[in-house]
């Protein structure tokens, strides 16, 4: 998170811990590379920015010391599902699973949930209600993965079906392209930094 004093805004900057690219590729680790993750934590630090980390718990075991490097910086962990299956994105089984991993793991129980794929739904929504959770962060305000979330808000709101804080994907107007790596890379920074003038 980092705060502007002057326009008084907020902006958060979130990581998501998963083993694949949001599942279209093999289980692979090469961005949970110690030197990597050192030279993010670095920059973090220069520009004194928080970071905000949705883990799969799935890929808690075995790579503690990658976390630890996280958690000595003082990130916030959230669940990000258990498995990363776009198949069960916010299935009862997924977010049960994953908050107990995540509590066995972390010694306290997440607050925050972000479906793999931003695939949430009403019922998705309505179970993180009863296992207690305060937020999601799913919704991408835009053309992706659902089109009717490009009628979503783009800023928080509360849901109201499930009593649901929802945080969504921030996104750049007039097209709602989503401020994401992954979007800037594909479309490149030129653009970004003419629809942010």
Sequence with gaps: MKKD????????ITLDLEPDHAGYSPEAYECWQEEKLLDLLKLLKKYNIRLSIFV???SLKGHQRQINLFKNYRCEFYLHSHS?????PDTMGEIKRGKKEFKKYFGKYPRGYRAPGGLISEKGLNYLNKEGFLFDSSVIPSFWPKFSF???PSRPYKDTASGIFEIPFSVVSP???VIALSWIKLFGLSLYKILFH
Excluded: D, I, Q, S
């Excluded at 990363?84 to 069960?88: D, P, R, T, V």
């Design 56 to 58: 799969v718990t799935k």
């Design 84 to 88: 990363h299956n776009l198949k069960y």
């Design 150 to 152: 490009f009628l979503k």
């Design 175 to 177: 097209f709602r392209l």
């Design 5 to 12: 004093f002057e326009t008084g805004k907020t902006a958060y």
